[in-house]
């Protein structure tokens, strides 16, 4: 799954909700503004830790799967070896 741009669009729905909100709530333009700012940077920093923390756990899950899958590669080519050597000893 492509993440690369899920800390940019949770930044910009959060600043989208917030400029509706101050509008609707008739703040004056500069709070807006630094209201505006600080949602952005907190959503893009909370969505950026969202994406590491599914990239590392997605590298984890590889991780594992692969080792299995080695495991299992050796088992079958030893169980192969087994039947090729029964089969030349016939």
């Known amino acids: 799954m492509n993440r690369n ?6 930044m910009l729905a959060a600043g989208a909700v917030t400029c509706v909100i101050t509008y609707i709530n008739d703040y004056p333009m500069l709070n807006r503004l630094v ?7 907190l959503f893009y920093f ?4 969202m994406k590491w923390t599914l990239d590392y756990f997605d590298s ?4 594992k799967s692969k080792e299995e899958g080695e495991v299992i590669e050796k088992d079958t080519d030893v169980g192969s070896e087994n039947k090729e050597e029964t089969g030349s000893e016939e």
Do not use: D, R
């Open 5 to 10: 741009n899920m800390p940019l669009v949770l």
């Open 60 to 63: 984890q899950n590889e991780k």
């Open 35 to 41: 209201t505006l700012l600080i949602v952005l940077l």
């Open 46 to 49: 909370l969505g950026s830790l």
